[in-house]
C-alpha cells in the first residue's frame, strides 16, 4: 500500500529552496571583499585627499579629520576636574559632552567630505529632475513649487495641543540637548500678563506657512479649496488664547482672502516667504487691527513714502536642495519690493521712544534684510510702520519665533534697558509652525540694574586682537538645514590675553559669524578647550547689521547678563 501523498504548504516549499541555494566559494569572497572595498573607499580617498592638502599648505592639520574623535574624549576627559558632584552624575555629565562633540564631528564631516561634495549635489539633481524627489528638509511640489518639510509636517501631523504629543516633545531631547516646552498656549498667556502689568497689550500673530495658503501646489486634491489648511489644534489654540485676554490677528485668513480674490500667489514659488505684495497687503490689514483695539493716541502722520525695487533672487528652500551650481531646474525669481522712507528721503529705521514694539522673524526679514538677498528697508515692519504713519519699535531675529525675541528683550530688561519704557501695544509675530516644533520656554521679564562690567567689551570704534580659550560655544546649524544662509554663534572665552599681557578678569562673550552663504565659517568648528586668536570690536558697532541674522546663544543666566562683542577668527 502506497503511503498518502502529503501536500507542501508555500512555506515549506521556500524553507526548502533557501536551504539548497548554492553560494560557490569564489562568489563568496568576491562579495565579501567588493564590500570592503566599497565602505573603505570613502574613507582611504578623504586620508589622501587632507593628506595631500596638508603637505600642499591648504590644510594646517596634519592628521586627517577623522582623527578629530580622538580629541573629542580627550577634551571630556580634561574637564573632569571641574565637574561637581557624585562620581556618576560626573560621568553622565561628561557622557553628554562627548556626545555633543561627536554629533558635532559627524555634521563637520559630512560638510567636509570631498566625495560628498561631489557626488550629493548631482545625485540630488538626478533626483529632482527626473523622479521628483527632494531630501530630508524639502518636497518638491506642483509647477515648479518646493515646500519646507517642517510645515508640510505641521498640517499633516498631530494636533500640536494634543495632550499626547505634548507629552512626546516634552519627553523629547537628547543627552546633550534639554527637552523643549511644547505648550504655546501657557507662554503666551505668561507672556500677555507679564506686559498687562505693565500696561501693554499683546496682539500675537501667528505667520502662514506656504502649504496653509497654497495647498494645492502641493497637492492635486486641494484644487478648488478657499479656506486655509491648519493643524488639528489650531482652533482651539485661537479660542484659549482669547479667553487669556491675548488679542490674536490671523494673517492666514488675509491671505487666504487674497489668494481667492486676486488668483495671484501669495507666496514665493521656491522659498519659505510671502511675496511682497502679500506682506504689504497683510501690514495693512494689521495696522487698522491695531488702530482698532490698541488705543494709540492720535498724532501727526510721519510723513513716511514709498520707493519701488525690482530684485531677482534664489529661494531658500531651492538652496536647500544643494543643487550643482549653475542648475537650472529652479531658476530665480522676480519681484518688486517698497522700501520705506522719511519724509526727508532718509531710509526707515526702528524708533525705541515708539509705543508699538514688534517683535519678529524672518517673515520681518525677508525683504529687510539685505544678506538674506531680497533687498533691504522694506520688509514687513516697516511696511506696518508706513501704514500706521508712526514710528515702530523693533526686535527681529530669523528662526525660534518662539522664544528667540522674548530672550532678547529679557536681556535688555535685565541689563537695565527698558526697553518697554512708554509701550501700548507689542505685536508678536512667529511662524505658525513654531506651534509644533517650537520651544516655548518660559522667560522672565525683569528689570535689572547694569551689572558691573567684568567681561572684557573693546571701546566702540576700535579693534583688538585676542587670544583665549573656548570654555563654551552655542549649537551650529548643519549648511542647508535651515531655511537661512547666515548664522551667527555665541562663543564663551576664558584665558583672554591681549599681545602686551593677560587682561584682567579674562572673560568675553563674543558672537561671531559661524556660517555665510550656507558655508561653514571657522567658528562653527571650535570647540570646548580650544585656543584661539581673533579680532573683536564692540557689538554695538556691527548690531545694526546682524543683530536680526539667524543666533544660537549660550543656555547660561550668567552670560546672559553680559554684554557681547563681534569677533572674527583668525587662528
Request: hydrophobic share 40%.
Given at each position: 500500500?502506497?503511503?498518502?501523498?502529503?501536500?507542501l504548504?508555500?512555506?515549506?516549499?521556500?524553507?526548502?529552496?533557501?536551504?539548497?541555494?548554492?553560494?560557490?566559494?569564489?562568489?563568496v569572497?568576491?562579495?565579501?571583499?567588493a564590500?570592503?572595498?566599497t565602505?573603505?573607499a570613502?574613507?582611504?580617498w578623504?586620508?589622501?585627499r587632507?593628506?595631500?592638502?596638508?603637505?600642499?599648505g591648504?590644510?594646517?592639520?596634519?592628521?586627517p579629520?577623522c582623527?578629530?574623535?580622538?580629541?573629542?574624549?580627550?577634551?571630556?576627559?580634561?574637564?573632569?576636574?571641574?565637574?561637581?558632584?557624585?562620581?556618576?552624575?560626573?560621568?553622565?555629565?561628561?557622557?553628554?559632552?562627548?556626545?555633543r562633540?561627536?554629533?558635532?564631528?559627524?555634521?563637520?564631516?559630512?560638510?567636509?567630505?570631498?566625495?560628498?561634495q561631489?557626488?550629493?549635489?548631482?545625485?540630488q539633481?538626478?533626483?529632482?529632475?527626473w523622479?521628483g524627489?527632494?531630501n530630508?528638509?524639502?518636497?518638491?511640489?506642483?509647477?515648479?513649487?518646493?515646500?519646507?518639510?517642517?510645515?508640510?509636517?505641521?498640517?499633516?501631523?498631530?494636533?500640536?495641543?494634543?495632550p499626547?504629543?505634548?507629552?512626546?516633545?516634552?519627553?523629547?531631547?537628547s543627552?546633550?540637548?534639554?527637552?523643549?516646552?511644547?505648550?504655546?498656549?501657557?507662554?503666551?498667556?505668561?507672556?500677555?500678563?507679564?506686559l498687562?502689568?505693565?500696561?501693554?497689550?499683546?496682539?500675537v500673530?501667528?505667520?502662514?506657512?506656504?502649504?496653509?495658503?497654497?495647498?494645492?501646489?502641493?497637492?492635486?486634491a486641494?484644487?478648488?479649496?478657499?479656506?486655509?489648511?491648519?493643524n488639528p489644534?489650531?482652533?482651539?489654540?485661537?479660542?484659549r488664547?482669547?479667553?487669556?485676554?491675548?488679542?490674536?490677528f490671523?494673517?492666514?485668513?488675509?491671505?487666504a482672502r487674497?489668494?481667492?480674490?486676486?488668483?495671484?500667489?501669495?507666496?514665493?514659488?521656491?522659498?519659505?516667504?510671502?511675496?511682497?505684495?502679500?506682506m504689504?497687503?497683510?501690514?495693512?490689514?494689521?495696522?487698522?487691527?491695531?488702530?482698532?483695539?490698541?488705543?494709540?493716541p492720535?498724532?501727526?502722520?510721519a510723513?513716511?513714502?514709498?520707493?519701488?525695487?525690482?530684485?531677482?533672487?534664489?529661494?531658500d528652500?531651492a538652496?536647500?536642495?544643494?543643487?550643482?551650481?549653475?542648475?537650472?531646474?529652479?531658476?530665480?525669481?522676480?519681484?518688486?519690493?517698497?522700501?520705506?522712507?522719511?519724509?526727508?528721503?532718509?531710509?526707515w529705521?526702528?524708533?525705541?521712544?515708539s509705543?508699538?514694539?514688534?517683535?519678529?522673524?524672518?517673515?520681518?526679514?525677508?525683504?529687510?534684510?539685505d544678506?538674506?538677498?531680497?533687498?533691504?528697508?522694506?520688509?514687513?515692519?516697516?511696511?506696518?510702520?508706513f501704514?500706521l504713519q508712526?514710528?515702530v519699535?523693533r526686535?527681529?531675529?530669523?528662526d525660534a519665533?518662539?522664544h528667540?525675541?522674548?530672550?532678547?528683550?529679557?536681556?535688555?530688561?535685565?541689563r537695565?534697558?527698558?526697553?518697554?519704557?512708554?509701550k501700548?501695544?507689542?505685536?508678536?509675530?512667529f511662524?505658525?509652525r513654531?506651534l509644533?516644533?517650537?520651544d516655548?520656554?518660559?522667560?522672565?521679564?525683569?528689570?535689572?540694574?547694569p551689572?558691573?562690567?567684568?567681561?572684557?567689551?573693546?571701546?566702540?570704534?576700535?579693534?583688538?586682537?585676542?587670544?583665549?580659550?573656548?570654555?563654551?560655544?552655542?549649537?551650529?546649524?548643519k549648511p542647508?538645514?535651515?531655511?537661512y544662509?547666515?548664522?551667527i554663534?555665541?562663543?564663551?572665552?576664558v584665558?583672554?590675553?591681549?599681545p602686551?599681557?593677560?587682561?584682567?578678569?579674562?572673560?568675553?562673550?563674543v558672537?561671531?559669524?559661524?556660517?555665510r552663504?550656507n558655508?561653514?565659517?571657522?567658528?562653527?568648528r571650535?570647540?570646548?578647550?580650544?585656543?584661539?586668536?581673533?579680532?573683536?570690536k564692540?557689538?554695538?558697532?556691527?548690531?545694526v547689521?546682524?543683530?536680526?541674522?539667524n543666533?544660537?546663544?549660550?543656555?547660561?543666566?550668567?552670560?546672559?547678563?553680559?554684554?557681547?562683542?563681534?569677533?572674527?577668527v583668525?587662528?
Open positions: 500500500m502506497s503511503a498518502p501523498k502529503q501536500t504548504s508555500r512555506e515549506d516549499i521556500a524553507k526548502i529552496e533557501i536551504g539548497h541555494t548554492d553560494i560557490s566559494r569564489g562568489l569572497r568576491l562579495l565579501f571583499f564590500f570592503l572595498a565602505i573603505g570613502v574613507p582611504a578623504q586620508h589622501a587632507e593628506i595631500g592638502e596638508h603637505r600642499a591648504r590644510r594646517a592639520d596634519a592628521l579629520q582623527y578629530d574623535t580622538f580629541k573629542c574624549a580627550v577634551r571630556a576627559f580634561r574637564q573632569w576636574p571641574e565637574r561637581p558632584g557624585p562620581f556618576f552624575r560626573r560621568v553622565a555629565a561628561l557622557n553628554a559632552l562627548l556626545l562633540d561627536i554629533h558635532a564631528y559627524e555634521d563637520e564631516l559630512e560638510q567636509s567630505s570631498r566625495l560628498g561631489a557626488v550629493l549635489p548631482r545625485a539633481y538626478a533626483l529632482t529632475r523622479l524627489v527632494g530630508e528638509k524639502t518636497y518638491v511640489g506642483r509647477d515648479g513649487w518646493l515646500f519646507y518639510r517642517p510645515e508640510i509636517d505641521y498640517l499633516a501631523g498631530p494636533g500640536f495641543l494634543d499626547k504629543q505634548l507629552r512626546k516633545r516634552a519627553a523629547g531631547g543627552e546633550w540637548e534639554a527637552a523643549p516646552h511644547p505648550d504655546p498656549v501657557a507662554s503666551i498667556a505668561r507672556f500677555r500678563d507679564q498687562a502689568k505693565r500696561g501693554i497689550k499683546l496682539v500673530m501667528p505667520a502662514p506657512v506656504k502649504p496653509m495658503v497654497h495647498p494645492e501646489r502641493f497637492s492635486r486641494y484644487e478648488g479649496r478657499e479656506e486655509a489648511l491648519q489644534s489650531y482652533a482651539d489654540f485661537i479660542t488664547l482669547r479667553m487669556s485676554g491675548a488679542h490674536v490671523d494673517a492666514a485668513d488675509e491671505l487674497a489668494r481667492r480674490e486676486t488668483g495671484e500667489p501669495q507666496f514665493l514659488a521656491t522659498d519659505t516667504h510671502w511675496r511682497p505684495e502679500s504689504e497687503r497683510t501690514a495693512e490689514a494689521l495696522a487698522a487691527y491695531l488702530r482698532d483695539i490698541a488705543g494709540l492720535d498724532a501727526a502722520p510723513g513716511y513714502r514709498r520707493d519701488a525695487q525690482a530684485i531677482t533672487n534664489h529661494g528652500i538652496l536647500m536642495l544643494k543643487l550643482p551650481a549653475g542648475s537650472d531646474l529652479f531658476p530665480p525669481e522676480a519681484a518688486t519690493i517698497h522700501p520705506v522712507l522719511t519724509a526727508g528721503g532718509l531710509l529705521q526702528a524708533d525705541a521712544a509705543d508699538v514694539l514688534f517683535l519678529g522673524d524672518s517673515f520681518c526679514n525677508i525683504y529687510s534684510l544678506s538674506m538677498g531680497w533687498g533691504g528697508n522694506a520688509g514687513f515692519v516697516e511696511q506696518l510702520s501704514c508712526r514710528p519699535d526686535i527681529v531675529r530669523n519665533g518662539a528667540a525675541t522674548r530672550q532678547m528683550l529679557a536681556q535688555e530688561l535685565a537695565g534697558r527698558d526697553r518697554l519704557a512708554g501700548r501695544v507689542v505685536v508678536w509675530e511662524a505658525a513654531e509644533a516644533v517650537g516655548w520656554k518660559p522667560v522672565e521679564l525683569s528689570l535689572g540694574q551689572p558691573p562690567a567684568t567681561f572684557l567689551v573693546p571701546a566702540p570704534g576700535t579693534v583688538e586682537t585676542l587670544s583665549g580659550t573656548v570654555a563654551a560655544i552655542a549649537p551650529v546649524p542647508g538645514s535651515v531655511p544662509k547666515d548664522h554663534v555665541a562663543i564663551h572665552l584665558d583672554i590675553a591681549r602686551s599681557g593677560p587682561v584682567p578678569g579674562g572673560e568675553a562673550l558672537y561671531a559669524w559661524s556660517m552663504d558655508v561653514w565659517e571657522p567658528a562653527a571650535l570647540r570646548a578647550g580650544q585656543s584661539i586668536r581673533l579680532q573683536v564692540n557689538w554695538a558697532d556691527v548690531a547689521q546682524y543683530e536680526a541674522i543666533r544660537t546663544e549660550l543656555d547660561d543666566d550668567r552670560l546672559m547678563l553680559e554684554d557681547p562683542c563681534w569677533g572674527e583668525t587662528e
